[in-house]
Nanobody, 119 residues
Framework: QVQLVESGGGLVQAGGSLRLSCAAS????????MGWHRQAPGKQRELVAG???????TYADSVKGRFTISRDYGKNTVLLQMNSLKPEDTAVYFC?????????????WGQGTQVTVSS
């Protein structure tokens, strides 16, 4: 099992910045991709950004140029630097990690952290 603990959410004005952090513990060997999803009220959970074990990144079009994902592979952490925040970025942000073994792939989620952007 992999446990994920997020931190760094909060309330910020439009145009401001926040940095989210997620630390993985437990069976962290063979974690491949780590990333962030978000879910706004009444909407489906959506991908925000992801980074695989080779450093390749994926971003939602809505956050490209504003958000940056990074990983510390030694500390099993993933960060999301969010700049130029907009009210539409308001959501619960969830860290996720994918672990690949001989048995297959497993996906793990953190508990979520609230990000609120005021206009």
């Amino acid at each position: 099992q992999v446990q994920l603990v997020e931190s760094g959410g909060g309330l910020v004005q439009a145009g401001g910045s926040l940095r989210l952090s997620c630390a993985a513990s437990g069976s962290v060997l063979r974690i491949t991709t780590m990333g962030w999803h978000r879910q706004a009220p009444g909407k489906q959970r959506e991908l925000v950004a992801g980074m695989d074990s080779g450093g390749m990144t994926t971003y939602a079009d809505s956050v490209k140029g504003r958000f940056t994902i990074s990983r510390d592979y030694g500390k099993n952490t993933v960060l999301l630097q969010m700049n130029s925040l907009k009210p539409e970025d308001t959501a619960v942000y969830f860290c996720n990690a994918e672990r690949s073994t001989m048995s297959g792939r497993s996906l793990y989620w953190g508990q979520g952290t609230q990000v609120t952007v005021s206009s």
